[in-house]
């Protein structure tokens, strides 16, 4: 006998400085997933704008503020610019493999040196061995952990530069967390290749979208996710296209 579907309960943060946009406060709307319905409760929120962390499916509901957007690649329709080419062939020696969520100290060494070359002061610069091991192993729902390497020799894997955590969904990838070398003379834009790497996956699994998760106009930090068009956004008429004009 199946066991019958119990609506989530779903909490308020208090306000909190908010990350993006200066001078202003966010709060967030959350739910716990767990239990036999999390995939499909997790599958469900992600359409309406709601994000995964561990065990938790969360949304922006701001007072008086709706800037952070949902935003989705449409993975079939996407074609990379000539920018876009030139990292494709840059990167076309990493050996990429898909790997159970499962944290080791070649990830969390690699983290430790992206955050703080890329965000020093962020919260998550404090994250220890036990922080990201949480972050990467409490998902109860279809995830792995990408991995990008340089090439092997002699049968010794080659230098870990990049990871992402990422959600497999009914109708797409969705990246929870990537993070990578920040060498930019060796290894330029790694973190553009991960993306344009998840939309190809996406696009031979058969899956519609990408979930890039949020993006917030004129928040210099969120600006690259307007290059990977066609991209869709949720405002309040549901899904639609982000414009030249949207993305400002």
Known sequence: MTAPFRFPRFFVTSPQPCPYLPGRQERKVFTELSGPNATELNDALSRIGFRRSQSVAYRPSCAGCSACLSVRVLSHQFEPNATQRKLLRRHADLEVTACRPWATDEQYQLLRG???????????????????????????????IVEYR?????????????????????????????????????????????????????????????????????????????????MEMLGPRGWTLLSDEDAG
Request: aromatic share 10%; charged share 20%; hydrophobic share 35%.
């Open 150 to 230: 340089e090439p092997g020799r002699g049968g010794v894997p080659g230098r870990l530069i990049g990871c992402c955590l990422t959600d497999r969904q009914a109708d797409g990838l969705s990246m929870i967390y990537s993070f990578f070398a920040t060498d930019e003379d060796a290894r330029p834009a790694l973190g553009n290749f991960i993306i344009l790497d998840h939309i190809a996956r996406t696009r031979e699994a058969g899956l519609p979208y990408v979930y890039l998760g949020y993006w917030v106009k004129g928040s210099p930090r969120m600006a690259y996710k307007a290059r990977y068009r066609p």
């Open 114 to 144: 992206y955050l703080a070359s890329r965000h020093p002061g962020g919260g998550m610069a404090g994250m220890d061995e036990m922080d990201y091991a949480d972050m990467v192993e409490q998902s109860p729902v279809n995830s792995v």
